[in-house]
């Protein structure tokens, strides 16, 4: 089933999310739901709080980069209490990212190049690596909406100054998105 997404402006976008127990009610489903709803947008990853849950799930496709990056090719995965442990602040590198709870909004976005990762996957197997790449970007992303950050609270002071406007029009509710969205009000 497709959900319907939180836009900039929702509160969940700014609750900290709790971690779950791992029979949590229909998670399998949650997972499946969330997998659709995140492809069905263009999404390449996605954070429960952005379907309206305080918890601390996030699904992540990188299949859609697999021309660039064969090694991406298949690669979805969903991350059931995902925790960055560790940064590796050694190298950084500067991107440019989006979010399905901002549309209309890119901008580039300093992080560390790898991360260390704790989380259990959809098997409930417990995992503890470092990850890197794209991928440890995306995870920093999707797991900076469980601690009710949005990648815009990243952004140089300027470049803030600039996409105000349009932050403003999202917490005013005013959304053009290709998707299903649940604005504020
Ligand atoms: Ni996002």
Redesign the pocket.
């Known amino acids: 089933m497709i959900l319907p997404i939180y836009t900039y402006g929702q509160p969940v976008l700014r609750k900290v999310a709790q971690d779950i127990p791992l029979d949590y009610p229909d998670l399998q489903q949650l997972i499946a739901d969330m997998y659709e709803t995140m492809e069905k947008s263009d ?1 390449v ?3 429960a709080p ?1 379907i309206g849950k305080a918890i601390r799930l996030i699904v992540i496709t990188l299949d859609p980069l697999k021309e660039d990056n064969p090694e991406y090719a298949d690669f979805k995965r969903a991350y059931i209490n995902p925790h960055i442990v560790e940064y590796d602040t050694s190298e950084t590198d500067s991107y440019e ?6 549309p209309g909004i890119h901008e580039p976005v300093k992080r560390p190049k790898r991360v260390r990762l704790q989380w259990v996957d959809e098997q409930l197997q417990s995992h503890d690596e470092w990850i890197e790449g794209f991928h440890a970007r995306v995870v920093q ?2 797991v ?2 469980l601690e009710g950050k ?2 815009t609270d990243r952004i140089a002071p300027l470049r803030k100054q600039l996409v105000k406007g349009k932050l403003n029009a999202l917490q005013r509710g005013r959304v053009n998105a290709h998707y299903r969205v649940k604005p504020p009000r």
């Open positions: 999404g990853g996605l954070a952005q990212e989006g979010c399905l709870s901002l992303h999707e900076d909406h949005v990648f």
